[in-house]
């Protein structure tokens, strides 16, 4: 069975693969991993990027898991065509702001949501891809029974 939630050790192996892929670029990235219930188990912000980073991946973090683990990329082309309910769902504030951006991606086990991870501070598609090497770096998934 699946485990139901991530662990601190998981958490932090995400983040030291996310940052290596971001250094393997020469970039930086802020990254924030939260549990399903959008509460942060573990975070980095590497040398040199803006502090409002972290903020910026927490808020990518927890729109997508508050959405049921829908990518950040995903979020923001539904919002796209709909700016008014954009800028409602960035002011909810489940702890903190939450921005549907690309750069987040949920973390499944199996078909169970157990946390989602932001990242910020480079290109969107390198916050995305630097996540991306992250969870699958812990044996994850970034879609409910997918890749």
């Keep these: 069975?699946?485990?139901?939630?991530?662990?601190?050790?998981?958490?932090?192996?995400?983040?030291?693969?996310?940052?290596?892929?971001?250094?393997?670029?020469?970039?930086?990235?802020?990254?924030?991993?939260?549990?399903?219930?959008?509460?942060?188990?573990?975070?980095?912000?590497?040398?040199?990027?803006?502090?409002?980073?972290?903020?910026?991946?927490?808020?990518?973090?927890?729109?997508?898991?508050?959405?049921?683990?829908?990518?950040?990329?995903?979020l923001m082309e539904r919002y796209r065509a709909n700016p008014i309910v954009f800028g409602q769902i960035s002011a909810l504030s489940y702890g903190g702001p939450m921005f549907p951006s690309q750069g987040s991606l949920p973390i499944f086990f199996g078909d169970t949501l157990v946390g989602a991870a932001g990242a910020s501070a480079a290109s969107s598609q390198t916050d995305e891809d630097a996540v991306r090497a992250g969870i699958r770096a812990i044996g994850a998934l970034a879609e409910r029974g997918g890749r």
Excluded: C, N, W
């Design 1 to 74: 069975m699946p485990a139901a939630h991530i662990s601190l050790d998981q958490a932090q192996a995400l983040i030291q693969a996310a940052v290596a892929y971001a250094k393997s670029l020469q970039t930086g990235i802020s990254i924030v991993v939260v549990d399903a219930s959008g509460h942060v188990v573990a975070a980095a912000r590497m040398s040199g990027v803006p502090f409002g980073s972290f903020d910026v991946a927490r808020g990518k973090a927890l729109a997508s898991v508050a959405t049921g683990g829908v990518s950040g990329r995903e």
